[in-house]
């Protein structure tokens, strides 16, 4: 069989509200989450049971992370096994196919633990991939259902466009077609990465360290929404680097500035390439500079 490709686009984080942890030990969330025009590359073929994988990078993260980076991510217990490949396999199981693996490739242009839910899109693309070859055999709550198992971003992904996500991350509210202004999106990753599951335990600390109560979680309209990201007071406080890359953003002309998820990106958007270019032109001069892995400029969808 021939190899199957597809593009699995980041996504960024126009607001994010956490609410309590629940007994689950998962949090409910309030999040705009916006697409943009950075994508990894995957393409794959079907195998007959084996499943192998592999992630080179792609022009954006070329030169930037080591190859012991994509070694890392690659292995059993890395963030793109734990979605790409535990998403063939969830699909086999729930169409009880025991016979079929896939061989896949990953051309990373998604910065890994930076909040931009590159594991995730990779994951849901898979699933929807393996259900356009074998015919739509699941329809759109089976495959909500899979995807809710394997990540709260993944469901996110399986629908384009923007979207207001909430709950465990399966209630997904789509924006209609250029309902939102497009904006021209700085991303600035710093040579860190933060984990996801360490940042919502810091999170919790923050919260109870402080007698914080937690957000009343409530349906809002992305028009009613603040621009605000519940994980800043917390990751702030420990990276105080990435509160400096989002106020350099916001004196310099950044309608919206901030950190992407549970970081570690920190994001402006701007209204004109111009302005958007003119930032990062001014980059190498700020104090903070000596921290960027990576800048680059890209849009939303």
Do not use: W
Not at 59 to 88: H, K, M, V, W, Y
Not at 127 to 148: P, S, T, Y
Not at 191 to 200: E, S, V
């Amino acid at each position: 069989m021939e190899n199957i490709a597809y593009y699995a686009p980041a996504k960024v984080n126009f607001s994010l509200k956490i609410g309590v942890r629940e007994q689950n030990n998962l949090h409910k969330i309030h999040s705009l989450a916006r697409k943009i025009k950075i994508s990894d590359k995957i393409s794959f073929k079907l195998t007959e049971g084996d499943y192998k994988i592999k992630a080179v990078p792609g022009p954006i993260l070329e030169n930037r992370f080591t190859e012991e980076d994509f070694q890392s991510i690659s292995d059993e217990n890395g963030i793109i096994i734990n979605s790409t490949i535990n998403s063939a396999k969830s699909f086999f199981n729930a169409l009880n196919i025991h016979n079929k693996g896939i061989d896949v490739t990953i051309e990373k242009n998604i910065p890994f633990n930076a909040g931009l839910g590159g594991g995730s899109s990779d994951g849901a693309g898979m699933l929807l991939k393996l259900n356009e070859v074998f015919d739509n055999a699941l329809d759109r709550a089976e495959l909500i259902g899979l995807a809710l198992k394997l990540g709260s971003d993944m469901p996110f992904f399986l629908t384009s466009g923007d979207a207001i996500v909430s709950g465990f991350g399966e209630n997904i509210e789509k924006i209609e077609p250029k309902a939102m202004q497009r904006y021209n999106i700085v991303l600035i990753i710093p040579d860190f990465g933060i984990k996801t599951k360490d940042a919502y335990a810091e999170y919790d600390d923050f919260m109870l360290t402080n007698k914080i109560n937690y957000y009343n979680m409530q349906y809002l309209d992305f028009k009613d929404l603040n621009y605000v990201n519940d994980f800043e007071p917390v990751i702030f406080k420990k990276y105080p680097v990435l509160k400096e890359m989002k106020e350099s953003l916001i004196l310099n002309g950044a309608e919206i500035s901030l950190l992407s998820g549970s970081g570690s990106t920190v994001f402006g958007a701007f209204k004109t390439g111009e302005e958007a270019v003119s930032y990062l032109y001014k980059l190498k001069s700020f104090r903070f500079y000596k921290s960027v892995r990576l800048s680059c400029l890209t849009e939303t969808l």
